[in-house]
């Protein structure tokens, strides 16, 4: 199985997670799911009353640089640990 594929079978393992999952761990996935499928932040940051979508950016912005792959597979990683933890 190929980074690509296996991305895509933890993303969907993902949606999985309890909601017990605590907000940073999911801003971290939302991060690395972002800049593995889109690249480098390509939007302006949201206004400081929109609190929601500034952290989902803020967590985003915090992985600006990493290659796609790279992001790939940190996002597996993080996915299999809090699937572990949950267990």
């Known amino acids: ?3 690509k594929e ?3 079978e933890h993303a969907e393992k993902a949606k999985t997670l309890p ?3 605590s907000n940073e761990s999911k801003l971290i996935l ?3 799911y972002k800049q593995a ?3 480098d932040v390509n939007t302006s940051r949201p206004g400081m009353f929109n609190m ?3 952290a989902k950016w803020d967590a985003w912005k915090a992985v600006e640089g990493k290659s796609k792959e790279e992001a790939m597979g940190d996002y597996i990683t993080k996915v299999k640990q809090l699937l ?3 267990a």
Do not use: I, K, Q
Request: glycine share 14%; charged share 35%; net charge negative.
């Open 1 to 3: 199985m190929g980074l």
């Open 6 to 8: 296996e991305f895509e």
């Open 19 to 21: 909601e017990s999952t």
């Open 30 to 32: 939302y991060g690395l």
């Open 37 to 39: 499928t889109v690249g």
């Open 52 to 54: 929601r979508d500034r």
């Open 84 to 86: 572990e933890a949950a």
